[in-house]
Structures are given as C-alpha cells and as structure tokens.
C-alpha cells in the first residue's frame, strides 16, 4: 500500500535555529498538507499546499514557517526560528481527490 | 464554529464490549465526518467516514451513527479486541476549506 514518508523520525533542535521537516507524498496525489499534534493534544490543521501555492493556512502558519515542493516528490515544511511551543510531531499528509487523505507516521520535533 | 467535541478523553472496555465514543458539532457547514485511528508513533489513519445526509454507516465491526438534527455523531466498535487499542479521532471536513478539524481524541484501551 502507498505510503507517505516523512523523515528524520525525530530531530532535537536548538532554539532559534532553523529545521527542515521533509515528506515524500504519495506519487500521484495533488494535494498536501501539514498538520501538528502537541504531546497529549489534537491534531491541528497548519498548510495545504497545491498546484505549487499554498490553498490555505491556519493562524499557527505565521512568517516563520514556509512549506516548498522543491522538485516532483519532495514537500518541506520550513521552521525558521524554532521556538519552545513548536515541539510537537509534525505529519505530512497528501490525497489525490475525494476524502482519501494520507499521513506519515510523523517527525517528533523537539526545540530545547 | 469550527470546533468538534469529542468525549469521553479516555475509555476502558472489555475484550468484546462495544465502547461508544461521541462527538458534536456546530457548523452545519460541514461536508463530511471521518474517523481516524491512530496507533503510537504513527499518524492518524482513516478509518471511517459519514456524510452528513446518511444517518448510519458501517465497515466491518465499526459502526458510525448519525444525528443530524442534534448535530452529534458516535463510533461503535463491535466486539472490540486488544488490538483496537489506539486513540480515536473523530473530525469534520469542509470541502471549500480542505483542512479536517480533529476532534480532542478518545484514548481506547481494551482489556484482554
């Protein structure tokens, strides 16, 4: 069954500094997405990217996150200063149409 | 309001029983109700989805019911098993806006 992977698992970063999440979406969908989940919290909607622009993005998507589809299978969500309240796992999802949405398992950021 | 209720947070049941978790909502916008599955260390998996013109959904041993009048929905599971512990999201997904809107997660444990 297609997946969505998602790497590194976990990255620990230091404060201020910058992160890359990356995400490898299933190969023939069109839509992405990353959403967050704080330990022990729901899990929060941030971007949908599609067609090469972002659809839509929550208020938690300020200025110091950016998300890119650098070539055909790559999308990154960019963390520019990374402060303590952006540990959380990250997910990456994607879908082609219809309901079908897909997660990675996640990449586990932790900013000390 | 795009906000989903779930109760209860956490729930105990025993091997076979059916545990019930519940979820409200208050746009009547929504398109359509999925529930997510997620295991630890994965990410939300689909595992079943209503929309909100049917009043009763099943796949397998999981059952979603339909209250459209009372804007609520609910997940049985039928003759639960240890390995349908997992936490449970329930959501809600507008079209226009692609983005799902999780619900605060029901933490499932099923004795043995």
């Known amino acids: 069954e297609p997946e969505v992977t998602q790497t590194p698992s976990h990255q620990v970063t230091q404060m201020g500094q910058e992160v890359i999440l990356r995400c490898v979406p299933i190969?023939?969908?069109?839509?992405f997405y990353w959403y967050r989940q704080i330990l022990g919290q729901k899990v929060e909607f941030l971007v949908s990217?599609?067609?090469?622009?972002?659809?839509?993005k929550s208020e938690i998507f300020d200025d110091q996150f950016s998300v890119e589809r650098p070539d055909g299978s790559n999308f990154t969500l960019k963390i520019r200063s990374t402060k303590l309240e952006d540990s959380a796992m990250y997910f990456c999802?994607?879908?082609?149409?219809?309901?079908?949405?897909?997660f990675g398992s996640g990449t586990r950021l932790t900013v000390v | 309001q795009q906000q989903v209720k779930q109760s209860p947070q956490s729930l105990i049941v025993q091997k076979g029983g059916i545990p019930i978790i519940n979820c409200a909502y208050e746009?009547?916008?929504?398109?359509?109700f999925p529930w997510y599955q997620q295991f630890p260390g994965k990410g939300p998996a689909l595992l079943i989805a209503?929309?909100?013109?049917?009043s009763e959904k099943k796949e397998g041993r999981f059952t979603i019911s339909f209250n459209k009048s009372a804007k609520q929905f609910s997940l049985h599971i039928m003759d639960s098993q240890p390995g349908d512990s997992a936490t449970y999201f329930c959501?809600?997904?507008?079209?226009?806006?692609?983005?799902?809107?999780f619900g605060k997660g029901t933490r499932l444990h099923i004795l043995p």
């Open positions: 999802a994607s879908r082609r149409d219809g309901y079908g949405y897909t």
């Open positions: 190969s023939n969908h069109l839509y």
């Open positions: 990217f599609y067609n090469n622009e972002i659809s839509e």
């Open positions: 746009n009547t916008a929504f398109d359509y």
């Open positions: 209503i929309r909100p013109d049917v």
């Open positions: 959501a809600a997904v507008m079209n226009r806006d692609d983005k799902i809107i």
